[in-house]
């Protein structure tokens, strides 16, 4: 489905990402993990079109689309949920949802979305006129999941989903995603939290100072002596 090969992204004088290669199959949860700064948004924001890379190829259903518009990758059934959710705190939960699917047409699917978004976060459906900005943290990560999800990607980038939220709280997003994951779409998953990461991801790569140190089965990689000296203990 996905395909990154040698793709190299330079912020100015730094070199972010390092000869990335790393693929998502159709029906997967990966994750990404590592420590901050090790390149684990870069690498989203180069998959959706935020971040142009300085070489390498990205592939998604076999088409380059290292050259495309953020909005034509949405099209193309990618979608990203950024890093601290970035919802339209000036508008309403409605809105919000709206303005996830800018990019289509089909009003009577549109409407059936909105009832799918509600049945997978209700909380969200209590406060549909609410302003998005006056949401608890976790409200508002699950907007941004269902705003994401109106695109109706084949695709879902995560970018931390568990940042700011008590440890119920993300029990409970990470119990979406997997339901997500299973209704169709695929995952690709950025979170710091190791340990809730490899648990619901299929594979994994550990991404360090831009490049790829580790790949593997997750649940292989939970019992690795190296991961869980590196990222799982305490």
């Known amino acids: 489905m996905l395909e990154l090969t040698n793709t190299n992204v330079y912020y100015g004088g730094i070199h972010a990402l390092k000869d990335i290669s790393l693929k998502v199959l159709d029906g997967e949860v990966v994750t990404l993990i590592g420590a901050n700064g090790a390149g684990k948004s870069t690498t989203l924001k180069v998959i959706s079109g935020l971040k142009k890379p300085s070489n390498g190829e990205i592939k998604f259903d076999n088409k380059k689309v290292n050259s495309l518009s953020a909005p034509n990758i949405v099209k193309m059934g990618i979608s990203h949920v950024p890093e601290g959710r970035r919802i339209f705190s000036k508008m309403s939960v409605m809105e919000n949802l709206e303005m996830g699917a800018f990019t289509r047409k089909d009003k009577l699917e549109i409407s059936k979305d909105y009832d799918k978004i509600f049945s997978l ?19 508002q990560q699950m907007l941004a999941i ?5 695109s109706r990607p084949r695709l879902l980038l995560l970018d931390e989903p568990s940042m700011g939220l008590a440890p119920i709280v993300v029990k409970e997003i990470f119990s979406i995603i997997k339901d997500i994951n299973k209704a169709g779409t695929t995952v ?5 939290n190791a340990y809730m990461a490899l648990n619901a991801a299929d ?3 550990i991404i360090r100072n831009g490049e790829i140190e580790i790949e593997g089965n997750a ?8 991961v869980k000296k590196a990222y799982l203990e305490g």
């Open 219 to 226: 649940e292989n990689l939970l019992q690795d002596e190296k």
């Open 188 to 192: 690709l998953l950025v979170e710091q």
């Open 146 to 150: 269902g705003r994401a999800l109106m």
């Open 121 to 139: 976060f209700p909380r969200l459906q209590e406060r549909k006129e609410q302003m998005a900005g006056t949401l608890s943290g976790g409200e």
């Open 203 to 205: 594979r994994a790569y």
